[in-house]
Nanobody
Framework: QVMLVETGGGLVQAGGSLRLSCAAS????????MAWYRQAPGKQRELVAA???????DYTNSVKGRFTISRDNAKNTVDLQMNSLKPEDAAVYYC??????WGQGTQVTVSS
């Protein structure tokens, strides 16, 4: 059974930072690609950032230069460092592993 548990969400002022972490119950080496998605109220879930086992990363345009995704295969974690947060970054953030495994989500709220 694959379980993904996100932590690190919370309330932050615009311009602030948060670091989200996703801990997996299995070795993440199993998954070529790990990713973070987000879903704001009334909007579709969107890909925020992804990282492969080889270290290649991809970001949605709106977070480029502000967010950094990383993975630690030894610790089975995938992190998302979020800097210069904007109110439009507010959403529930979900960890995703290849083969369609999802975490329960963590809420990020950004006050203006």
């Amino acid at each position: 059974q694959v379980m993904l548990v996100e932590t690190g969400g919370g309330l932050v002022q615009a311009g602030g930072s948060l670091r989200l972490s996703c801990a997996a119950s299995v070795s993440i080496r199993t998954f070529w690609k790990m990713a973070w998605y987000r879903q704001a109220p009334g909007k579709q879930r969107e890909l925020v950032a992804a990282i492969t086992n080889g270290g290649s990363t991809d970001y949605t345009n709106s977070v480029k230069g502000r967010f950094t995704i990383s993975r630690d295969n030894a610790k089975n974690t995938v992190d998302l460092q979020m800097n210069s947060l904007k109110p439009e970054d507010a959403a529930v953030y979900y960890c995703h592993a290849q083969n369609d495994y999802w975490g329960q989500g963590t809420q990020v709220t950004v006050s203006s």
